[in-house]
């Protein structure tokens, strides 16, 4: 089973997720809005089954929920990928939304590396601050062990590039994840 379940505990946030690479149910409760509209948008355009559920302490920020979030969730994939054999490896995805266009392209490589172009308009999408996205990505792809490269290439509205930007995440790591004959893929026979 590609399956996890993560619990991760500090004095900032308590996180709980369940991960299945190969569907389920979608939830998510983080106390922020916004966010539990991107990481529901994520599991439902990945095909994943998905429930979060983060207590954090908003009365600071959001950062500390955003970030500890990608972290549970990042090794929630590592977990549920066990030695990455046995996949594409590889996903890339272009996502329209409306005025704005965003690209992912990655690698689960067991290289963890972020590469994340986008500038937002908005401080804020209801009471999500927009600079936490790439804390959320950074620590995801770090805990995932994911090569990943993230672009919005053109937009105005903070919202739409935002979305656009989990919407082909999660698209590229449905094709990434996706089964394959054979082992790892990689000419080292290990990743």
């Known amino acids: 089973m590609r399956t996890a379940q993560i619990e991760r505990n500090t ?36 095909g994943f089954g998905l429930e979060v559920q983060v207590k954090g302490d908003l009365e600071v920020d959001n950062h500390h929920t955003v970030e500890d979030t990608g972290i549970a969730l990042g090794m929630a994939f590592r977990q549920a990928l066990g030695d990455m054999g046995g996949i594409n490896r590889y996903g ?31 401080e804020l999408c209801g009471d999500y601050e927009t600079c936490c996205t790439e804390e959320f990505f950074r ?38 994840t996706a089964k394959k004959e054979g082992g790892v893929l990689s000419t080292k026979g290990v990743l």
Request: proline share 2%; with cysteine; charged share 15%.
């Open 11 to 46: 004095k900032e946030t308590q996180i709980k997720i369940s991960l299945n690479l190969d569907g389920g149910d979608v939830k998510a409760s983080t106390g922020i809005g916004f966010f539990d509209h991107m990481l529901t948008a994520f599991g439902v355009h990945g």
């Open 92 to 122: 890339s995805f272009y996502i329209p939304m409306d005025e704005s266009l965003a690209h992912c392209a990655l690698d689960i490589s067991n290289r963890p590396f972020l590469v994340f172009n986008a500038d937002f308009n908005e």
């Open 139 to 176: 620590a995801f792809a770090v805990n995932a062990g994911i090569t990943l490269h993230l672009n919005v290439l053109y937009g105005s509205n903070s919202h739409h590039e935002i979305e656009a930007l989990f919407k082909a995440c999660a698209h590229a790591l449905d094709v990434a």
